[in-house]
């Protein structure tokens, strides 16, 4: 620490920032628009000057650009010089010149960075009479509205998009002072974080679309800390909500997974709760049909229905943990499913046991951003696990970093930095079948069937760790390549494998955490991360249950009489014949769900459930770690929470046959996760995910909606000067209104959204982090579960490692290996009913090699018949091996299978 004097008060602060930095720490109100936390420092807006002093005697001092000048010992420096104020009331002047000054109108407007830092600085009057200068906006696809007027030539848009994000289509194309940022034509931005130039752009330039189309301001929305419920990596979101429909979703910063950046799926999928498709009402069969019926008398049919049999419940790895364990309390340990193949839970259970038992570090999100090395083995991220793909990217700045510390140039100046690191290799490998969005930052890429990249995932263990299993019929090409990828592993101060489920090979997961184990001998610093599925994957894998198969082979022996699901389509899972067998085998089917699925038509009884942003629960995600989502919207009775509906069928029944005291007497979300942490010791800390619901601050409970002068009781005036009573919910320590209490103290899992004094945009951000880019002054959000220090390595115990290795794949003549083809907008399940990524998903292809590809269109023959697709070749494809859209051919197609291709009769040959 070092202390600096800012308008004569001394200020401690940290050594390796800059002054804009320094600045807004201390609390000061120093403007600024180029400089971004994640971005660094390029100097090109000159907003954030300030008059430094040599020392006490300098009375003249010199203006400098607080984002390009480093924290010194004893510094002096004056944000309220006049010269400085004169100097930055200039530069605001000439930015405004030539903006529309369409506030009013502008959907940035009232959270608007721009806004705020003309006010800051003063700047009240246009001066400038003269024809201003405009632009033709771009259309840039179903996500980012543009309205290039608006710009001020920040330069943030590209330096993210570009350097940041990897992006290369979208750029600023400039003659003399005509700037123009966008793409060379109008077309889709195709990276896949292009939704955070809505947040990331200070002005009104790039916009959220879907938002567009309900738009509200943000004075008029309520906002509630939520989780993405898009993947298992657990990002943290706001939702906003105004008069009980979802309206947008927005990034929230958490220090350890996403921080200020969130996919274009988890920005944008959440249209799913505002669908047509959602179930609004129970629903009930009656003579073949389907007819809506009140709450009372859904329940009246479930506790008649015939249970002489058992009830099974059956989960879902997209379902809240307090429903599944709901659930599980209704039907018992033994009638409990996780609503997982066998294969997949084996491998989600795998992925548990192995994190569990890693020796060395389980890295956050953050944390891999500083790995030194990484190998990615059989993982496609950036579809599987977005975020985490774009950390690793982030990774590959390793080397610049070290080169810049060596030149002692600051890591915050970025310009310089890149520049010093043109030439620094990347420490990246990627080895998986098909083709992913880093290997054009990546040193090494290699292509192979799943089973061949995992044999040579053992072999790079051997080659770190001689008492690892070694792989005796390597060829001499894969040996080499082992012992390269091994020793660059090695001389890593950090290194990082990551491996993950998408191809259901645990296989490449025991690989991958071999070599992590063996790195972790050497450096205890050494990380394993393990991609899961789903939202909840990880908390299912800690509860345990039945197997889909399982369920199946009960049915079938007519030991069930009813089914009650819960958010989970078993189309997606299992094949249509057996589907269509289950069906038949159990008299009475429950589904309960938010979204209709092709199960709900052979339903006895479909009832309404609360998607995530109408009600509060927990997930746990990928690294687990448990976190807490809370209700944003009131949805109208019946609909309501997940564990609710379980509660009530629960006491529809007869006590005598079925005693579930326990169940009947929850009150609130606390209650469940109370008895949650009694039957399951180790999820016992979800409790403490998030303050309970009867947090309060000074007495108050929390406001989730901005300070306003609110106009509602003037508006009603001629009927009654009383106001309506907001909503309410016994499961948060919110109120659904502007009244409650609101400070940057709060604790980081209750932030429903950012505004301070003076601050009103996303920026505002800054007041409530204990330091820039550091953790949030009221705490971290949510807390991990498999915690890195129980893990480290002893002596004592050495680690086991697996030596079941498999065979080499080896193609056959008649038939091919189908490896499911994970696409970003298309593979998952609930963003595909939202309109604009319905948009972004592509038609199904068949990914085939170059050697393979005979004609356009090819006939696949998979379990529930014949498929015709059209054929895109892909580079370095694995000979007898195709890539084949998830979910979007074969309902139940999730993993790899061997199947029998054969050209379109009556197709010409392909030249």
């Known amino acids: 620490m070092t202390t600096i004097r800012i308008d004569g008060r001394d200020c401690q602060t940290r050594n390796d920032i800059n002054l804009l930095q320094a600045c807004l720490e201390a609390g000061a109100n120093l403007p600024y628009f180029c400089w971004h936390p994640e971005l660094g420092s390029v100097g090109a807006c000159r907003q954030c000057a300030v008059k430094q002093f040599s020392g006490p005697e300098d009375r003249k001092g010199r203006i400098v650009m607080a984002c390009m000048t480093p924290v010194s010992e004893n510094a002096i420096i004056s944000i309220d010089n006049p010269e400085a104020r004169d100097f930055r009331?200039?530069?605001?002047?000439?930015?405004?010149?030539?903006?529309?000054?369409?506030?009013?109108?502008?959907?940035?407007?009232?959270?608007?960075?721009?806004?705020?830092?003309?006010?800051?600085?003063?700047?009240?009057?246009?001066?400038?009479?003269?024809?201003?200068?405009?632009?033709?906006?771009?259309?840039?696809?179903?996500?980012?509205?543009?309205?290039?007027?608006?710009?001020?030539?920040?330069?943030?848009?590209?330096?993210?998009?570009?350097?940041?994000?990897?992006?290369?289509?979208?750029?600023?194309?400039?003659?003399?002072?005509?700037?123009?940022?966008?793409?060379?034509?109008?077309?889709?931005?195709?990276?896949?974080?292009?939704?955070?130039?809505?947040?990331?752009?200070?002005?009104?330039?790039?916009?959220?679309?879907?938002?567009?189309?309900v738009y509200t301001r943000k004075w008029d929305m309520r906002g509630a800390p939520s989780v993405c419920v898009h993947c298992a990596v657990g990002c943290n979101t706001i939702v906003n909500?105004?008069?009980?429909?979802?309206?947008?979703?927005?990034?929230?910063?958490?220090?350890?997974?996403?921080?200020?950046?969130?996919?274009?799926?988890?920005?944008?999928?959440?249209?799913?709760?505002?669908?047509?498709?959602?179930?609004?009402?129970?629903?009930?069969?009656?003579?073949?049909?389907?007819?809506?019926?009140?709450?009372?008398?859904?329940?009246?049919?479930?506790?008649?229905?015939?249970?002489?049999?058992?009830?099974?419940?059956?989960?879902?790895?997209?379902?809240?943990?307090?429903?599944?364990?709901?659930?599980?309390?209704?039907?018992?340990?033994?009638?409990?499913?996780?609503?997982?193949?066998?294969?997949?839970?084996?491998?989600?259970e795998l992925a548990h046991t192995l994190l569990t038992r890693h020796p060395g570090a389980l890295p956050t999100l953050h944390e891999m951003e500083s790995a030194d090395a990484v190998l990615v083995l059989g993982e496609d991220v950036c579809a599987t696990a977005p975020r985490l793909g774009l950390s690793l990217r982030q990774s590959v700045r390793q080397a610049s970093f070290h080169t810049a510390d060596n030149a002692k140039v600051p890591r915050w100046m970025d310009a310089a930095v890149r520049t010093l690191g043109s030439e620094c290799p990347s420490a990246l490998h990627v080895l998986t079948p098909a083709p992913t969005d880093l290997d054009s930052v990546a040193v090494e890429i290699f292509r192979s069937a799943p089973d061949d990249i995992a044999r040579l995932g053992f072999a790079i263990a051997h080659a770190i760790d001689p008492s690892a299993p070694p792989v005796t019929d390597l060829t001499p090409d894969?040996?080499?390549?082992?012992?390269?990828?091994?020793?660059?592993?090695?001389?890593?101060?950090?290194?990082?494998?990551?491996?993950?489920?998408?191809?259901?090979?645990?296989?490449?997961?025991?690989?991958?955490?071999?070599?992590?184990?063996?790195?972790?001998?050497?450096?205890?610093?050494?990380?394993?991360?393990?991609?899961?599925?789903?939202?909840?994957?990880?908390?299912?894998?800690?509860?345990?249950?039945?197997?889909?198969?399982t369920v199946m082979e009960q049915a079938r022996a007519g030991e069930i009489s009813a089914l009650v699901i819960v958010e989970n389509d078993l189309t997606r899972a299992l094949d249509p014949a057996d589907v269509a067998e289950l069906v038949a085998a159990v008299p009475n089917i429950v589904v309960i769900?938010?979204?209709?699925?092709?199960?709900?038509?052979?339903?006895?009884?479909?009832?309404?459930?609360?998607?995530?942003?109408?009600?509060?629960?927990?997930?746990?995600?990928?690294?687990?770690?448990?976190?807490?989502?809370?209700?944003?919207?009131?949805?109208?009775?019946?609909?309501?929470?997940?564990?609710?509906?379980?509660?009530?069928?629960?006491?529809?029944?007869?006590?005598?046959?079925?005693p579930i005291t326990g169940l009947i007497d929850w009150r609130d979300l606390d209650d469940v996760l109370a008895a949650l942490a009694t039957v399951f010791p180790d999820l016992a800390p979800a409790v403490m995910a998030a303050p309970e619901a009867d947090y309060r601050i000074n007495g108050e409970k929390l406001r989730s909606q901005t300070y306003r002068a609110?106009?509602?009781?003037?508006?009603?005036?001629?009927?009654?000067?009383?106001?309506?009573?907001?909503?309410?919910?016994?499961?948060?320590?919110?109120?659904?209104?502007?009244?409650?209490?609101?400070?940057?103290?709060?604790?980081?899992?209750?932030?429903?959204?950012?505004?301070?004094?003076?601050?009103?945009?996303?920026?505002?951000?800054?007041?409530?982090?204990?330091?820039?880019?550091?953790?949030?002054?009221?705490?971290?959000?949510?807390?991990?579960?498999?915690?890195?220090?129980?893990?480290?390595?002893?002596?004592?115990?050495?680690?086991?490692?697996?030596?079941?290795?498999?065979?080499?794949?080896?193609?056959?003549?008649?038939?091919?290996?189908?490896?499911?083809?994970?696409?970003?907008?298309?593979?998952?399940?609930?963003?595909?009913?939202?309109?604009?990524?319905?948009?972004?998903s592509s038609a199904p292809t068949l990914g085939l090699s170059a050697s393979m590809t005979r004609s356009d269109r090819m006939v696949l023959h998979l379990e529930d018949g014949p498929h015709i697709l059209s054929v895109e070749p892909v580079p370095g494809l694995p000979e007898g091996t195709v890539l084949c859209p998830t979910h979007m051919v074969a309902r139940a197609f999730r993993f790899p299978r061997v199947a029998r291709l054969e050209s379109l009769p009556g197709e010409g040959e392909r030249s």
């Open 710 to 840: 609110s106009g509602r009781t003037v508006i009603r005036s001629f009927i009654s000067v009383r106001d309506q009573p907001p909503p309410a919910s016994p499961d948060t320590p919110f109120s659904s209104s502007m009244e409650g209490a609101y400070e940057p103290d709060m604790p980081g899992a209750l932030v429903p959204y950012y505004q301070t004094p003076a601050w009103n945009s996303v920026q505002a951000l800054n007041r409530f982090q204990s330091e820039i880019g550091g953790p949030m002054r009221g705490g971290p959000s949510g807390i991990r579960l498999l915690s890195p220090a129980e893990n480290q390595n002893t002596e004592a115990q050495p680690y086991a490692y697996n030596t079941a290795i498999p065979a080499p794949y080896v193609p056959q003549a008649d038939t091919v290996l189908v490896l499911p083809d994970t696409h970003l907008f298309g593979s998952e399940e609930l963003s595909m009913f939202s309109p604009p990524i319905m948009t972004r």
């Open 89 to 213: 009331a200039g530069v605001i002047e000439w930015m405004m010149v030539n903006h529309p000054h369409d506030c009013p109108v502008c959907e940035e407007g009232g959270e608007c960075h721009l806004q705020d830092m003309t006010v800051m600085t003063g700047h009240n009057t246009r001066r400038y009479r003269f024809t201003k200068r405009t632009h033709r906006n771009q259309d840039l696809g179903p996500f980012v509205k543009h309205e290039m007027n608006r710009c001020i030539a920040c330069y943030r848009c590209v330096r993210f998009y570009r350097d940041y994000a990897g992006g290369d289509d979208l750029a600023a194309f400039a003659s003399h002072d005509n700037v123009y940022f966008g793409r060379a034509e109008d077309g889709t931005l195709q990276n896949a974080f292009s939704g955070n130039l809505v947040e990331i752009c200070p002005t009104g330039v790039f916009t959220d679309k879907p938002f567009s189309a």
């Open 478 to 549: 894969d040996a080499a390549r082992a012992a390269r990828i091994a020793q660059a592993l090695l001389a890593a101060g950090k290194p990082l494998v990551v491996s993950g489920m998408q191809y259901g090979s645990p296989a490449l997961m025991q690989g991958a955490a071999s070599i992590a184990a063996a790195l972790a001998r050497a450096t205890p610093a050494a990380g394993l991360s393990l991609v899961l599925p789903e939202c909840n994957s990880m908390g299912l894998a800690m509860m345990g249950g039945l197997s889909l198969e």
């Open 241 to 348: 909500a105004r008069e009980e429909t979802l309206r947008r979703v927005l990034n929230r910063y958490n220090t350890d997974i996403n921080r200020y950046v969130l996919c274009d799926r988890g920005r944008f999928g959440h249209g799913f709760v505002n669908a047509p498709t959602r179930i609004r009402t129970p629903l009930r069969t009656i003579d073949g049909q389907q007819v809506p019926v009140p709450m009372a008398e859904a329940l009246t049919a479930f506790a008649r229905m015939e249970t002489k049999g058992r009830i099974v419940g059956i989960a879902s790895p997209r379902a809240a943990l307090e429903t599944c364990f709901s659930l599980h309390a209704l039907v018992g340990l033994e009638h409990f499913s996780t609503g997982q193949t066998r294969q997949e839970q084996e491998c989600v």
């Open 593 to 658: 769900d938010h979204t209709v699925t092709p199960l709900c038509q052979h339903a006895s009884l479909v009832l309404p459930i609360a998607a995530f942003s109408e009600c509060s629960g927990t997930l746990i995600s990928q690294e687990g770690r448990a976190q807490r989502f809370f209700q944003a919207v009131f949805p109208p009775a019946p609909i309501q929470a997940g564990w609710r509906w379980i509660q009530a069928l629960a006491r529809s029944l007869d006590p005598s046959m079925h």
